[in-house]
C-alpha cells in the first residue's frame, strides 16, 4: 500500500469526531502547529504532534510539503444544484427593476426557466457542464459534495439528472451525495395541482429511485406558493418510509412551518432557514436537525441572512454552503461562502471549519468517514496557501487552495 508523508505543516487545524458539533462544540478546533501526516493508501495512519518524523517514517513512497501552510480536512459543500442547463444572467435586470425570486418564479421563469433548459438538454451536456464545474470545485478544497436533481419535474428527466449524478461520481475524483428533488416547483402541466404531482413523485418517480441506488436523500422547497407543509410531510413521510433520508429547503423566504416540519421529522438538515422563527428554533434543537445555511443564497438575492449565532446558542448544529445553482446562488466558491460566514453571521473561524467539514459530513451520513484528520478517516484534505483560518475567511475572492489530497492522492 503506497505510504505518504505531508510534510512541513505549519498548522493542522481540525475539529474531532464522527458526530455533528453544537453549540460551544461548534467552535472546538484542535490545532497542531509544525507537523505532519502519514497516509497510507487512502487512510490517514499516523499524525505527529511537532515537525520531529519518526525515522521509520523514511521508507515512504512520496512527500508531500506543505511549505509550512495550514493543513484542514477536505471541504464538504452539503448544498448544491449542481446539475443545470442555462443560467439565468437575465434575471438580474428584472431584480434592478424591482421584481423579487417569487415574482420570476409565479411569472413562470426562475426555476421553469432552468427546468425548460434542463428538459432539452442530453444527459451529455449536462454532464459535460456539471464536470467543468467540479473540476474547478475541487481545485478550490472541496472534496465532498451534495448535488441535487429538481430541474427535471418529470420522470424522465429527473431520473436523467440523477444517472448524470451517477457517472460523474464514478468518473471524476468527487465524492457526490445525490439527492432526490422532484418537488423543487410545480410544472406547467400541473399547475393548480400540486397535490397530484407530489403524488405523482411519491409514487412513480421516488420508488424507481429508491430501487435503482439514484439517491441518498430527498428534498422538497416547502415554500409560499410552492409546496406547503402537508404537502412537504407527504412527501417526506414517503421518503422516510422507503428507507431514504429526508432534507427540506424551509423557510426560505416566508415561515410557514418548513423548519417546524424539519425538527419534528428529524430531517437530516433544513437548508436555508433565513427567516426561521420561534417554533422552528425550538423544533429543529428538539429534531437535531442540522442547520443547512446558505448565506451566498442571502448575499444575491439581497436579503437577510439567517440567525446563525441564535442558532449556535440554541445547540442547533450549522452547516454552510454554496446552494450552487442558477437562479439564488451561481457561485459555487466555498471559501467566499466562508467569508460570509464570518462577516454576515459573525461566526469563528473555528465555527466555520466546523460548518464546512463535519458537520455537512454528518448531514451527508458521512461523518465516520471524512470531515476531520483523525487516524482511520479518509485522506482528504487541504494545504492552503496560508498560515492559519483567519486568512481563509479574510481573502475572498482569491483561492489559496494550494494542494488538494483526494483519497491519500495528490489532485493534478
Ligand atoms: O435553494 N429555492 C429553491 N431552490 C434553489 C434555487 C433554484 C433556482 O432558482 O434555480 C435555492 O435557492
Ligand atoms: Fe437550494
Sequence with gaps: ???????????????????????????????????????????????GEDNNIPSNL????????????????????????????????????????????????????????????????????????????????MYSGVTTMEAKSGYGLDFDNEIKMLNVIKDLNENTKMSIVPTFMGAHAIPPEYEGKADDFIEMLCEEVMPYVKENELAKYCDIFCEN???????????????????????????????????KLAGEMKTSSAEHLISIDEEGLAAMAKGGTTAMCLPGTSFYLG???????????????????????PGSCPSFNLQFIMTLGYLKYRMTPEEILTAVTIN?????????????????????????????????????????????????????
Design 1 to 47: 500500500m503506497a505510504k505518504t508523508l505531508v510534510k512541513n505543516i505549519g498548522r493542522l487545524q481540525t475539529p474531532i469526531g464522527n458526530y455533528s458539533h453544537k453549540g460551544d462544540a461548534q467552535g472546538e478546533n484542535k490545532k497542531i502547529d509544525n507537523t505532519w501526516i502519514l497516509i497510507e493508501g487512502e487512510i490517514i495512519t499516523a499524525i
Design 58 to 137: 523514511s521508507d515512504v513512497d512520496k512527500e508531500i510539503d506543505a511549505f509550512g501552510g495550514l493543513v484542514t480536512p477536505g471541504l464538504v459543500d452539503g448544498h448544491t444544484h449542481l446539475i443545470f442547463s442555462g443560467f439565468r444572467q437575465n434575471e438580474i435586470v428584472l431584480k434592478l427593476k424591482g421584481a423579487s425570486y417569487l415574482d420570476i418564479l409565479r411569472s413562470g421563469g426562475g426555476i421553469l426557466d432552468t427546468v425548460r433548459h434542463t428538459r432539452k438538454a442530453s444527459a451529455k451536456e449536462l454532464y459535460i457542464q456539471a464536470e467543468e464545474a467540479v473540476t474547478e470545485i
Design 225 to 259: 406558493s410552492v409546496f406547503n407543509v402537508k404537502q412537504s410531510e407527504r412527501y417526506l413521510g414517503k421518503a422516510k418510509e422507503l428507507g431514504l433520508g429526508l432534507r427540506i429547503h424551509a423557510d426560505e423566504i416566508e415561515a410557514i412551518g418548513g423548519s
Design 303 to 325: 436579503v437577510k441572512f439567517a440567525p446563525v449565532r441564535e442558532m449556535i446558542e440554541r445547540n442547533i448544529p450549522v452547516a454552510i454552503a454554496t446552494d450552487y445553482n
Design 360 to 412: 455537512p459530513a454528518c448531514a451527508l451520513g458521512m461523518g465516520k468517514e471524512i470531515g476531520t484528520i483523525e487516524v482511520g478517516k479518509r485522506a482528504d484534505l487541504v494545504i492552503w496557501d496560508a498560515p492559519d483560518m483567519e486568512m481563509l475567511c479574510y481573502r475572498f475572492g482569491t483561492d489559496l487552495a494550494m494542494n488538494v489530497i483526494k483519497k491519500g492522492v495528490e489532485i493534478e
